[in-house]
């Protein structure tokens, strides 16, 4: 399931992403959820970005991107202390595998390599799993931050 949810990412179009100002959790599907939380997040919108990715963390309380996208957004916004239980979260979280998700966009993309206009989108691919993957390193280093700030400054230790 981690696998598909890397391939969005990875592929995943504007277009075919649906007003996020009426979301419901129950009216959409995880990926579109996750894909949309992942747009407004993208485009600086932190605010609906987090709301979105809660909506995904109330059907999948793991989620790495979702955790993700809430503890930068909530960081953006400048509330560390609603950033702070999140963070934990996704220090704890379980990482995509993007090695696997290279791989399959590899070998389904061989055909692109194999035709010599359309190289170009092969590498694409794979240049954008490698963002994807170095962007969640960041995003654990950020999540580090917030819990080394928000416990020096309150003199807490994480569990």
């Not at 999540?143 to 700030?149: F, M």
Request: charged fraction near 20%; charge should be positive.
């Amino acid at each position: 399931m981690q696998l598909i949810a890397n391939l969005a990412r990875v592929v995943s179009c504007e277009r075919v992403l649906p007003d996020t100002s009426e979301l419901s959790a129950a009216d959409y599907p995880i990926s579109m959820l996750r894909a949309c939380a992942d747009l407004c997040w993208r485009r600086h919108e932190w605010g609906r970005a987090a709301d979105v990715a809660m909506q995904v963390l109330a059907k999948r309380s793991e989620d790495f991107h979702a955790l993700a996208i809430v503890v930068s957004s909530l960081g953006h916004m400048g509330n560390a202390e609603a950033a702070y239980p999140y963070a934990v979260r996704l220090i704890r979280a379980r990482r995509p595998n993007w090695t696997a998700t290279k791989m399959v966009c590899a070998v389904l993309g061989m055909f692109n390599f194999l035709i010599p206009s359309r190289r170009n989108r092969f590498y694409r691919i794979l240049r954008s799993c490698q963002v994807e993957a170095e962007a969640d390193r960041r995003s654990v280093a950020y999540a580090q931050q917030v819990i080394e700030g928000y416990e020096a400054a309150n003199g807490t230790v994480a569990a």
